[in-house]
């Protein structure tokens, strides 16, 4: 059995400009690393690979590591944690933001949710769109909790609205406005905010996969089929101009639910040579599992049913 881990924010949040942004301490990180590791096999990238095509027989259960967004704690933080042990991961970038200029809509939603009065953002926010309460009131609960699985109703709900409902021309206006005026320069905290093609070239000479997580982080359903290919070949061009080569390049889904990819998703991903994609669809992995479909649990339930954490749910 193969246990896919999933990480995002991996810092020591109390000493950061952003301490409510939701993500594991350093410390606990560096624990569940020991504790996973004293547990399960934890294999190369390709071998997990070639466990699920039927081509490699464990130890014993196996666990991999992994990592969304190509966030600089990523590179500082993690990876010498990582090496230190000789424990691979596979770190997944979006090549839009590892070039330095761009802060995808997503993250900057985080960083005001958690700089700001919650409720004030939402208002300002509503306001710029130009759209009332009642979007939001309209989004179904339970396909907000199932993307947000750690929020409550109401943050669940607006995370949703801004991630999958609203239009995204007039969303991504609207909240660069809110960010350049509450958080500063996107430029400068983009280069703050995600590793650069430098530091990942570092990670993989000592022993870390890089993988693809998009451009650009949009739902890959709710594109046009244009826009998806456009994005795709966009993510594999750059990756593979880059970086060094790999034996196997994986490629993350945003959002990551069975309804944030298509069909048509895994054929371009196919066409352009990825060899496997992952969810965020909570369940361990056997041999003979769809390699566009792995599924991967979140850090807070790690395989240790003995360990209390006191990480605080992903956004």
């Not at 995600?194 to 993988?211: C, K, L, P, S, V």
């Not at 298509?262 to 994609?277: A, D, F, H, Q, Y």
């Not at 599992?289 to 979140?298: C, G, H, M, N, P």
């Amino acid at each position: 059995m193969l246990h896919i881990v999933m990480y995002h924010y991996v810092r020591d949040l109390p000493r950061t400009r952003f301490p409510q942004i939701k993500g594991m301490l350093l410390d606990e990180f560096r624990q569940q690393v020991i504790d996973l590791s004293g547990q399960f096999e934890m294999p190369s990238f390709e071998a997990c690979v070639d466990y699920l095509r039927g081509d490699y027989e464990p130890h014993r259960d196996m666990c991999l590591l992994t990592f969304d967004d190509g966030l600089k704690e990523h590179y500082q933080e993690v990876t010498p944690i990582l090496a230190e042990r000789r424990i691979p991961g596979v770190f997944h970038a979006i090549t839009a933001c590892s070039g330095g200029k761009t802060v995808v809509p997503v993250h900057m939603n985080h960083f005001l949710m958690a700089g700001l009065d919650f409720d004030s953002y939402r208002k300002g926010l509503m306001e710029l769109i130009g759209v009332g309460d009642e979007a939001i009131a309209a989004i179904n609960v339970e396909d907000a909790r199932r993307t947000y699985p750690w929020d409550t109703a109401e943050v669940a709900t607006f995370k949703y609205f801004f991630n999958f409902v609203v239009d995204p021309v007039v969303r991504d206006s609207a909240v660069k406005v809110l960010f350049e005026k509450h958080i500063g320069s996107e430029q400068d905290f983009a280069k703050e905010l995600y590793f650069n093609w430098d530091e990942a070239r570092e990670m993989q000479a000592m022993g870390m996969a890089i993988g693809g997580h998009t451009h650009m982080h949009r739902p890959l359903s709710s594109l046009s089929s244009a826009d998806l290919r456009n994005d795709l070949e966009t993510c594999t061009s750059t990756l593979r101009r880059v970086l060094r080569p790999q034996p196997v390049w994986a490629f993350c889904y945003p959002y990551g639910k069975r309804d944030s990819y298509t069909p048509e998703t895994v054929s371009i991903l196919r066409e352009l040579g990825w060899e496997c994609g992952f969810t965020t669809e909570s369940a361990p992995n056997q041999r003979g599992r769809d390699l566009f479909a792995i599924s991967r649990v979140d850090c807070k339930k790690a395989p240790l049913p003995s360990m209390a954490t006191r990480v605080q749910g992903v956004m």
